[in-house]
């Protein structure tokens, strides 16, 4: 029923978005000593794979709910992407933000006409804001990760891989809210063959790590890492999806991030967002695991704040 | 004659480049208020359409040539590109560099196995160097852009843009020593339907605008613009070419360069040298002459310092 569920997502959201390009370095493949395909979803439109969560869970809005908008809370790609499905829809879109959230974030998000609320930088005051917009408005909550619409959306770049390269050993993508990797080990589960999904996560917020250790939803005392998209925490909608079906979860430290960061801008001559460098990074630091292998990693977003760059 | 010439040239040096995707972005057309096509030659092998030039140059050498090696004399991406291709062919690569060079770019000639010559930043201190190289060890002198076959080997970029979008109206490339605007002009007259060159110049270094208003090659006072790779002059092989077949050299500003580079960056997700922006530069910049054209950008390269970057 997923399986099926994963083709009608695919099937329904593909209207509105970009299928993305696959790339490969020889260069890169020598460094990392095994061949990797990069699913470039910062050539996505608004530049994240955001947008197939987004436009999965907006197509699936009843024509009442259409009418009274949509609320969400985004550090910025979510945002970005329930903005623009929303637009493309002719449905408001009211867009709760943390005040740390990049001003290129910030502009994008009003360029594809979503209506900006700025809360304190916490989950639970981005929550609140949302919850008193739902309050007041009638306008139906998405949220940015743990929601199945959204995961079998994110799923579908895997699913674009795989047809692309179907003998992949692994699919690596970065762990935040945990929605792209759920979505993506499910497709890998469906659709690969014998093809492990791997999350990469900072050392600083590995709440995900911890959480599959202890067998339930831990949070992160810190969030000060330069992958700004992978802060938040895992749900219990994308949690038991996790637990089932990705093999491991690789921590990786912030120097790790920068370079792999630095490589992958160097070398494919992509923009790519520090968050997006973590499964790379993961595999640098685990060369004997990957050695000879396939692996497929999701470049998860390109939105990066060129002011703030850290080389 | 030419129009053969070019077609034998594609086929030639096809198994020694990579076809480079063709990218546009609605986002930046509406900024332009015009359709671009962006041919990336930064994806190309070594990151520059600088392999085209070089590959034919290489294919083209008598089995005593190769024997003896080749020489040359760049700010960095045809220095790579003949170490690439002589690589690839076997052949020694003697590559004198002006001390400027960014060091990404020295790096990379060392691990495409060319042989650095370190010389005074100054177009004559790079000639002496490379003429005693000639003179000691028999090598074949390959300029960067005063060559013809180097110039038929840079055409086949747009020869492939044009088989991807026929009906372009102009193609924009930057103007540094020639052979790209050169090449580009030729494939344009044989293959566009009505399609027009034009080259874009940093304000800072116009020898080229100064050389089409006088009919004879000028020289620049100044090399001080970010658009490292457009420092050099005109020759006296590509400026007959450049006089008979680029429409006009729209000349652009520092400031120019660099908010277009940022815009590429920024919408297109990709790493362009500031050389690449100039071209965009020039279409934002006469914006009525292009409105409602259909019009192809070289991206020349993506070799960036980003220890170096002006964002």
């Known amino acids: 029923m ?22 490969s370095s020889t260069q890169l493949n020598k460094i990392a000593r095994t061949s990797i395909f990069f699913k470039c979803e910062n050539f996505q439109k608004m530049g994240a794979f955001k947008m197939r969560g987004a436009a999965n869970a907006i197509l699936n809005l009843s024509d009442k709910q259409k ?19 929303a637009q493309m829809n002719g449905i408001k879109a009211n867009i709760v933000m943390p005040s740390t959230a990049p001003k290129v974030k910030q502009e994008a998000v009003k360029g594809y006409g979503g209506l900006i609320t700025i809360c304190p930088p916490t989950i639970r005051d981005r929550e609140a804001a949302a919850i008193k917009i739902v309050q007041e408005t009638g306008a139906t909550f998405l949220h940015p990760s743990n929601d199945l619409d959204v995961i079998l959306g994110n799923g ?17 993508t970065p762990v935040g809210g945990g929605g792209l990797v ?18 990469g ?30 802060r938040t925490n895992l749900g219990d909608i994308n949690f038991p999806i996790i637990q089932k079906h990705v093999e491991e979860i690789i921590r990786v430290t ?41 692996i497929g990693i999701i470049i998860s977003g390109g939105n990066v704040d060129l002011g703030k760059l850290p080389f």
Not at 268 to 291: D, G
């Open 201 to 230: 996560e900072p050392f600083v917020v590995d709440d995900a790590y911890r959480s599959l250790l202890s067998g339930k939803i831990e949070s992160n005392e810190s969030t000060d890492t330069i992958a700004d998209g992978l």
């Open 254 to 294: 912030e120097e790790e991030i920068i370079a792999a960061m630095r490589l992958i801008w160097e070398r494919l001559k992509i923009i790519v967002e520090p968050s997006c460098a973590v499964p790379f990074a993961a595999v640098l630091k685990e060369k004997s695991k990957f050695q000879e292998k396939k």
């Open 182 to 199: 759920a979505g993506t080990a499910l497709t890998a589960h469906y659709f690969g063959d014998n093809c492990k999904t791997i999350g």
């Open 156 to 172: 579908t770049a895997a699913m674009e891989l795989l047809e692309d390269q179907p003998d992949l050993n692994y699919i690596l």
């Open 2 to 23: 997923t399986k099926e569920a994963l083709l009608n997502t695919k099937e329904r959201i593909s209207p509105l978005i970009h299928r993305t390009p696959v790339l």
């Open 67 to 85: 009418e009274n908008g949509v609320v969400t809370h985004s550090s910025g790609n979510f945002a970005q992407a329930v903005s623009l499905a």
